[in-house]
């Protein structure tokens, strides 16, 4: 027990650790590119493959860790944060930062990219209980969040203070990224120090099973999940946080600095109402609570365009977010539940996979709604209508699949009641 809470507790600080080197990073990266000489379309280009790259990467990684190892894959993927890092530090020409971008792990926007998440959920998956996985998952998410929050700050000011006593921009930046590169190194250190309790258990028979993507028994239970996330991702695409941010800029003229403090608070409410999630799905299960909180969010999200004044809209839009992240940590819980063990971290990472595919083909079609004033209001419709749509159906495909504590609670209920 003492050395799964200490694995637990490492798979915390590695998270913190990683989530506050995104957000430090992210800052700056492209102003550095700039100053470095790259070009608008260069650095467009860059940030495209990096995130392509890291895609690709972490479909291979993360589907070979329960076989490979996952202590193995997790120290792989700090080598190629740091390594990228370095290679960004010490370079300036095109190609090699393509090179890097593409093999290595770096973060333009402070969100979660590589290996790292799918891997460590599987392993916290088996680390704690059954009962208690959803509460885990929940401040898993919201340290995750405070750190990348934490980090934009200290990058900024870091970069900041040292241009003020006299460096310059691009040295200033450079701090950053050697910031970045010994984030990766400390990484590498916290995962040497994981027990072999994070490692996928094997059943038997799953030795001589076929496997597609690390996947044997549960492929089509994660396929049917992927196509939905897909869905749900696709869906948010069309209404990202810098999308809204420019919708309250046309329709409502809100300056720069209101708009930061809006969506600073609407972060904060998002990542506080993930703690409520644990408790809600301890009482109504954990499908119920993804499609019963996340229903009204986005039938608020459908409103947000309706009302007449600001103060209304952002009123609506902080109601929206103080609900709208209660499905995170319980649809993370469910996919781990629902596969077998040996396949935690195949399903993590095709499905985390199918949602940055989705994400990433809906906002040029925003794009073309917010050049119309006359469609400028689409973007929250078919969001909200696509993401009702998609927990229409997840309820339907997946109310009978209960994961393992749910499953046993209905046994003991049903004892009780005929015994």
Same mark, same amino acid.
């Given at each position: 027990?003492?050395?799964?809470?200490?694995?637990?507790?490492?798979?915390?600080?590695?998270?913190?650790?990683?989530?506050?080197?995104?957000?430090?990073?992210?800052?700056?990266?492209?102003?550095?590119?700039?100053?470095?000489?790259?070009?608008?379309?260069?650095?467009?280009?860059?940030?495209?493959?990096?995130?392509?790259?890291?895609?690709?990467?972490?479909?291979?990684?993360?589907?070979?860790?329960?076989?490979?190892?996952?202590?193995?894959?997790?120290?792989?993927?700090?080598?190629?944060?740091?390594?990228?890092?370095?290679?960004?530090?010490?370079?300036?020409?095109?190609?090699?930062?393509?090179?890097?971008?593409?093999?290595?792990?770096?973060?333009?926007?402070?969100?979660?990219?590589?290996? &790292?998440?799918?891997?460590?959920?599987?392993?916290?998956?088996?680390?704690?209980?059954?009962?208690?996985?959803?509460?885990?998952?929940?401040?898993?998410?919201?340290?995750?969040?405070?750190?990348?929050?934490?980090?934009?700050?200290?990058?900024?000011?870091?970069?900041?203070?040292?241009?003020?006593?006299?460096?310059?921009?691009?040295?200033?930046?450079?701090?950053?990224?050697? !910031?970045?590169?010994?984030?990766?190194?400390?990484?590498?250190?916290?995962?040497?120090?994981?027990?072999?309790?994070?490692?996928?258990?094997?059943?038997?028979?799953?030795?001589?099973?076929?496997?597609?993507?690390?996947?044997?028994?549960?492929? !089509?239970?994660?396929?049917?999940?992927?196509?939905?996330?897909?869905?749900?991702?696709?869906?948010?695409?069309?209404?990202?946080?810098?999308?809204?941010?420019?919708?309250?800029?046309?329709?409502?003229?809100?300056?720069?600095?209101?708009?930061?403090?809006?969506?600073? !608070?609407?972060?904060?409410?998002?990542?506080?109402?993930?703690?409520?999630?644990?408790?809600?799905?301890?009482?109504?299960?954990?499908?119920?609570?993804?499609?019963?909180?996340?229903?009204?969010?986005?039938?608020?999200?459908?409103?947000?365009?309706?009302?007449?004044?600001?103060?209304?809209?952002?009123?609506?839009?902080?109601?929206? &977010?103080?609900?709208?992240?209660?499905?995170?940590?319980?649809?993370?819980?469910?996919?781990?539940?629902?596969?077998?063990?040996?396949?935690?971290?195949?399903?993590?990472?095709?499905?985390?996979?199918?949602?940055?595919?989705?994400?990433?083909?809906?906002?040029?079609?925003?794009?073309?709604?917010?050049?119309?004033?006359?469609?400028?209001?689409?973007?929250?419709?078919?969001?909200?209508?696509?993401?009702?749509?998609?927990?229409?159906?997840?309820?339907?495909?997946?109310?009978?699949?209960?994961?393992?504590?749910?499953?046993?609670?209905?046994?003991?209920? !049903?004892?009780?009641? &005929?015994?």
């Amino acid at each position: 027990m003492g050395r799964s809470r200490l694995d637990t507790a490492l798979f915390f600080t590695t998270r913190i650790t990683r989530l506050f080197a995104y957000g430090f990073l992210s800052v700056v990266l492209v102003l550095y590119l700039a100053s470095a000489g790259l070009t608008e379309k260069e650095i467009g280009l860059l940030l495209t493959l990096t995130l392509a790259g890291d895609a690709a990467i972490s479909l291979w990684i993360t589907t070979s860790a329960d076989r490979i190892g996952r202590r193995r894959m997790l120290l792989f993927g700090s080598f190629l944060m740091a390594g990228a890092g370095a290679v960004f530090l010490l370079t300036k020409n095109f190609a090699l930062l393509i090179i890097a971008a593409v093999i290595g792990v770096i973060s333009p926007s402070g969100l979660e990219v590589g290996p &790292f998440l799918s891997i460590e959920q599987a392993a916290l998956s088996q680390l704690v209980a059954n009962e208690l996985r959803t509460q885990v998952f929940a401040w898993y998410n919201l340290v995750g969040s405070f750190a990348t929050a934490l980090g934009a700050l200290g990058g900024g000011l870091l970069a900041q203070t040292l241009q003020t006593s006299g460096w310059t921009a691009f040295n200033s930046y450079r701090a950053v990224l050697f !910031g970045y590169a010994v984030a990766g190194g400390i990484l590498a250190v916290l995962f040497l120090s994981l027990s072999p309790a994070v490692e996928a258990v094997h059943a038997p028979e799953a030795a001589l099973a076929k496997r597609v993507l690390g996947l044997h028994r549960s492929r !089509g239970v994660v396929a049917k999940l992927s196509s939905l996330f897909a869905l749900d991702a696709f869906a948010g695409g069309l209404i990202v946080q810098s999308i809204m941010a420019y919708w309250f800029h046309v329709r409502f003229a809100v300056d720069v600095g209101t708009l930061g403090g809006i969506f600073f !608070g609407a972060n904060l409410l998002a990542g506080v109402s993930a703690l409520f999630a644990a408790h809600m799905a301890a009482r109504i299960g954990l499908v119920n609570t993804m499609v019963f909180t996340h229903i009204p969010s986005n039938l608020l999200l459908c409103l947000v365009p309706l009302m007449p004044n600001i103060q209304l809209a952002v009123g609506v839009l902080l109601a929206r &977010f103080a609900i709208s992240q209660m499905d995170v940590p319980t649809r993370q819980s469910y996919t781990m539940a629902v596969v077998e063990p040996d396949e935690r971290s195949a399903a993590s990472g095709v499905t985390t996979i199918a949602r940055s595919v989705g994400a990433s083909l809906s906002p040029t079609l925003s794009g073309v709604f917010l050049a119309s004033p006359l469609l400028l209001n689409v973007p929250f419709f078919l969001a909200g209508g696509l993401k009702v749509i998609y927990d229409l159906l997840l309820y339907k495909g997946f109310r009978a699949l209960k994961p393992p504590e749910e499953a046993a609670a209905s046994r003991a209920v !049903g004892a009780r009641r &005929f015994g």
